[in-house]
């Protein structure tokens, strides 16, 4: 099921317009803020502090890789503020999720695709879909 936005009057998926909806409620719309992406320190600080989940997870991920290999995916292990902590995955992929959607934080700028796709239990959209277009 799509809806149309009011802005552009293109069709947009109801799990994504959903999505807008419920950040609508925490964010200004008028008022774009860069969100924090952590990296140096403090990204090695996170790190240090979510070592046995990254111990654990990445022999999971390593492993997970194996069976998928061949395939255009990408695995991520992330904490619990959705802060990407590994990622492995076919090179192409990875270079297609590092355009603007998907970076080790999204503070402010509305729910994860990864996040979505799950709670749909299916593909939610298109990832530019997920970013405010202020953010380009």
Request: include cysteine; glycine fraction near 6%; aromatic fraction near 6%.
């Amino acid at each position: 099921m799509t809806v149309q936005t009011q802005d552009t009057g293109k069709a947009v998926s109801s799990v994504i317009a959903q999505s807008w909806h419920r950040c609508s409620k925490f964010m200004q719309r008028e008022t774009w803020q860069t969100p924090h992406q952590a990296q140096g320190l403090t990204f090695d600080s996170i790190c240090r502090r979510k070592t046995a989940l990254l111990t654990i997870g990445q022999a999971a991920l390593e492993d997970a890789w194996e069976f998928m290999d061949g395939r255009p995916c990408a695995l991520f292990i992330l904490d619990e503020s959705a802060c990407i902590l590994s990622r492995c995955g076919e090179p192409q992929t990875l270079a297609q999720l590092a355009a603007p959607g998907i970076s080790r934080r999204q503070l402010l700028c509305g729910e994860h695709y990864r996040h979505l796709r799950a709670v749909a239990g299916r593909d939610a959209g298109p990832a530019d879909q997920h970013r405010r277009r202020s953010a380009f």
